[in-house]
């Protein structure tokens, strides 16, 4: 019997490991951790804290329950022999306190059942055997538990520094917990009467261990009808079983099929305080009468299960014993999404902006210069816009003089416009830009708009624009606003060539239609910046 429960467990853990290595990807069910939605209330502040870059250790996800089923085998380790195979089942439920210990709370059920192969005469003390009468008997017992356990368990796998994720993960565990057991033993044939355990060989040889046990099955019936030796007041008692507080040490294996999903063959082994679970407490002696065994009772139950993990995925990760917590700090190390990395600083004698690897012309501060630092000269008459008098000089009007001003008639005034709006003037009314639901991104048509909005601000070098959105009603309102405003900036900077700084950002403001962005000429000497950090990044839209 006992070759082939060891037969079928070989062929389980072949099954098993067939499955562990046919699982998902290894990479497949992270998480970003900069994911607000899996993140519990009472660990936002944290997460606030990590995304604005004052703290260091993102907060830890909301993870699933594990729950699980299993069945396997029961044995009893006493002073009667076990005869296999024992049968218990089980369920359990458990959760994750981190990435490597977590806790489970645990019921187990199970039928254990012994049978000596030798004869014993010594039994005159154990009372559920009294009625024979020198005549030689075989210890047998059939006893039920019921097994309550709270266990730690402790992962050995999933920080891993090669690999993302794994599907087997290895644990061991250790734990207290309660157990009510009954032992019974059979002793009699029919009512009242003993069977004749003299038709049994009686030599007690090796060799002869399973004749002799298969001669026994052939006498009992298997009733378990008479009450074994127990406890008595000593102990405390559950409906009818006595009660013992145990322990319990064991380790255990798990496949891992998908997310949700893992298979786990798992080996307990269980200490007890009492030496009656198999229903006997006295050795024989050769002579005279037994004497009572200081040794106690212990276990085992070695079990096949299927675990399933419970909770939203949508708000929960997976338990963290099936996480790698070096996934985030690589992947950041790998390619920076959340890492504020230093900002290099370059040599730039003139200060111009552009670093003197690349700068062609050493200008003097304040001076405004093109992509190759050489001094800007817009309307290309010779004169660099720091001197130049007449920033934008028609061709037909030169040459200039030394200060940029043209030799063409021109009415008094006509260069030059001192009132206090002439951006405005120069500018006239701009566009405004429409956004259409929850969108940020710019239509065809507000792209043509913004084309004719950069046409003249290249007309009009001295001139600002102030970029306008509104509401600010929630937060979701106020990114929405911002992100807008980022678009039409982003887009007359990247696509048009316009200087970012001659832009003021606005945004979040009120008095506005919510899906609408106003641009206007700014006031003389109004100012503002040209880029604000996002409100709530973790709102922001791609």
Same mark, same amino acid.
């Given at each position: 019997?006992?070759?082939?429960?060891?037969?079928?467990?070989?062929?389980?853990?072949?099954?098993?490991?067939?499955?562990?290595?046919?699982?998902?990807?290894?990479?497949?069910?992270?998480? *970003?951790?900069?994911?607000?939605?899996?993140?519990?209330?009472?660990?936002?502040?944290?997460?606030?804290? =990590?995304? $604005?870059?004052?703290?260091?250790?993102?907060? #830890?996800?909301?993870?699933?329950?594990?729950?699980?089923?299993?069945?396997?085998?029961?044995?009893?380790?006493?002073?009667?022999?076990?005869?296999?195979?024992? =049968?218990?089942?089980? +369920?359990?439920?458990?959760?994750?306190?981190?990435?490597?210990?977590?806790?489970?709370?645990?019921?187990?059920?199970? /039928?254990?059942?012994?049978?000596?192969?030798? *004869?014993?005469?010594?039994?005159?003390?154990?009372?559920?055997?009294?009625?024979?009468?020198?005549?030689?008997?075989?210890? $047998?017992?059939?006893?039920?538990?019921?097994?309550?356990?709270?266990?730690?368990?402790?992962?050995?796998?999933?920080?891993?520094?090669?690999?993302?994720?794994?599907?087997?993960?290895?644990?061991?565990?250790?734990?207290?917990?309660?157990?009510?057991?009954?032992?019974?033993?059979? #002793?009699?044939?029919?009512?009242?009467?003993?069977?004749?355990?003299?038709?049994?060989?009686?030599?007690? @040889?090796?060799?002869?261990?399973?004749?002799?046990?298969?001669?026994?099955?052939?006498?009992?019936?298997?009733?378990?009808?008479?009450?074994?030796? %127990?406890?008595? @007041?000593?102990?405390?008692?559950?409906?009818?079983?006595?009660?013992?507080?145990?322990?319990?040490?064991?380790?255990?294996?798990?496949?891992?099929?998908? $997310?949700?999903?893992?298979?786990?063959?798992?080996?307990?082994?269980?200490?007890?305080?009492?030496?009656?679970?198999?229903?006997?407490?006295?050795?024989?002696?050769?002579?005279?009468?037994? +004497?009572?065994?200081?040794?106690?009772?212990?276990?085992?139950?070695?079990?096949?299960?299927?675990?399933?993990?419970?909770?939203?995925?949508?708000? @929960?990760?997976?338990?963290?014993?099936?996480? %790698?917590?070096?996934?985030?700090?690589?992947?950041?190390?790998?390619?920076?999404?959340?890492?504020?990395?230093?900002?290099?600083?370059?040599?730039?004698?003139?200060?111009?902006?552009?670093?003197?690897?690349?700068?062609?012309?050493?200008?003097?501060?304040?001076?405004?210069?093109?992509?190759?630092?050489?001094?800007?000269?817009?309307?290309?008459?010779?004169?660099?816009?720091?001197?130049?008098?007449?920033?934008? @000089?028609?061709?037909?009007?030169?040459?200039?003089?030394?200060?940029?001003?043209?030799?063409?008639?021109?009415?008094?005034?006509?260069?030059?416009?001192? *009132?206090?709006?002439?951006?405005? /003037?120069?500018?006239?009314?701009?566009?405004?830009?429409?956004?259409?639901?929850?969108? +940020?991104?710019?239509?065809?048509?507000?792209?043509?708009?913004?084309?004719?909005?950069?046409?003249?601000?290249? $007309?009009?070098?001295?001139?600002?624009?102030?970029?306008?959105?509104?509401?600010?009603? %929630?937060?979701?309102?106020?990114?929405?606003?911002?992100?807008?405003?980022?678009?039409?900036? %982003?887009?007359?900077?990247?696509?048009?060539?316009?200087?970012?700084?001659?832009?003021? =950002?606005?945004?979040?403001?009120?008095?506005?239609?919510?899906?609408?962005?106003?641009?206007?000429?700014?006031?003389?000497?109004?100012?503002?910046?040209?880029?604000?950090?996002?409100?709530?990044?973790?709102?922001?839209?791609?």
């Amino acid at each position: 019997m006992a070759s082939k429960k060891y037969s079928f467990l070989a062929g389980a853990l072949c099954l098993m490991a067939t499955a562990g290595f046919a699982q998902t990807p290894a990479t497949a069910g992270g998480y *970003s951790a900069s994911d607000s939605s899996i993140v519990p209330s009472r660990r936002m502040p944290q997460h606030t804290e =990590f995304m $604005n870059g004052t703290y260091n250790y993102p907060a #830890k996800p909301r993870s699933q329950w594990e729950v699980g089923i299993k069945a396997g085998s029961v044995n009893i380790g006493g002073d009667v022999s076990t005869v296999f195979p024992g =049968f218990g089942y089980g +369920v359990h439920i458990r959760k994750a306190l981190g990435y490597v210990f977590s806790l489970r709370a645990e019921y187990m059920n199970g /039928t254990a059942k012994g049978l000596n192969w030798q *004869s014993s005469r010594n039994y005159s003390l154990n009372e559920a055997w009294q009625g024979y009468t020198g005549q030689p008997v075989f210890y $047998n017992y059939k006893t039920t538990l019921n097994d309550f356990a709270l266990e730690g368990i402790f992962s050995l796998n999933n920080i891993r520094f090669h690999k993302a994720k794994t599907g087997i993960n290895p644990y061991l565990m250790a734990g207290i917990g309660l157990t009510t057991y009954g032992a019974r033993v059979d #002793k009699l044939a029919a009512p009242d009467v003993a069977y004749d355990f003299s038709t049994i060989p009686q030599d007690g @040889t090796y060799e002869n261990r399973k004749e002799i046990r298969d001669a026994l099955r052939d006498l009992l019936d298997g009733d378990y009808e008479s009450a074994a030796e %127990n406890e008595g @007041t000593s102990r405390g008692k559950f409906l009818g079983m006595t009660a013992i507080p145990v322990a319990h040490i064991g380790a255990g294996i798990a496949f891992k099929l998908n $997310n949700r999903f893992n298979i786990a063959l798992e080996d307990r082994f269980t200490l007890t305080k009492s030496d009656l679970l198999d229903g006997q407490r006295w050795a024989e002696q050769v002579q005279g009468n037994p +004497v009572l065994t200081r040794d106690h009772d212990t276990y085992n139950y070695l079990s096949l299960g299927l675990n399933v993990n419970l909770g939203n995925s949508a708000r @929960t990760v997976e338990p963290l014993y099936w996480l %790698n917590p070096l996934e985030y700090p690589y992947s950041e190390i790998r390619n920076p999404r959340l890492m504020r990395l230093p900002k290099p600083v370059l040599p730039d004698a003139d200060g111009d902006g552009v670093t003197d690897q690349f700068d062609l012309e050493q200008t003097p501060q304040g001076v405004p210069v093109d992509a190759h630092g050489v001094s800007r000269d817009t309307d290309g008459d010779g004169v660099p816009d720091a001197r130049d008098k007449e920033l934008v @000089t028609p061709t037909y009007c030169q040459p200039v003089d030394a200060d940029g001003v043209g030799k063409c008639p021109c009415p008094e005034g006509c260069g030059v416009d001192t *009132s206090a709006n002439a951006c405005a /003037t120069t500018l006239g009314a701009l566009p405004s830009v429409t956004f259409t639901g929850n969108a +940020v991104r710019l239509s065809t048509d507000a792209q043509s708009l913004l084309a004719s909005v950069a046409a003249r601000l290249r $007309n009009s070098p001295g001139c600002r624009v102030v970029v306008t959105g509104y509401c600010a009603s %929630n937060k979701a309102a106020q990114q929405r606003s911002w992100d807008r405003v980022n678009a039409v900036i %982003n887009h007359l900077v990247e696509r048009e060539g316009i200087s970012a700084d001659r832009f003021i =950002f606005q945004h979040a403001q009120e008095g506005g239609d919510c899906n609408t962005v106003d641009m206007r000429a700014a006031a003389a000497g109004e100012e503002g910046p040209s880029n604000v950090p996002a409100p709530h990044p973790n709102l922001r839209k791609g």
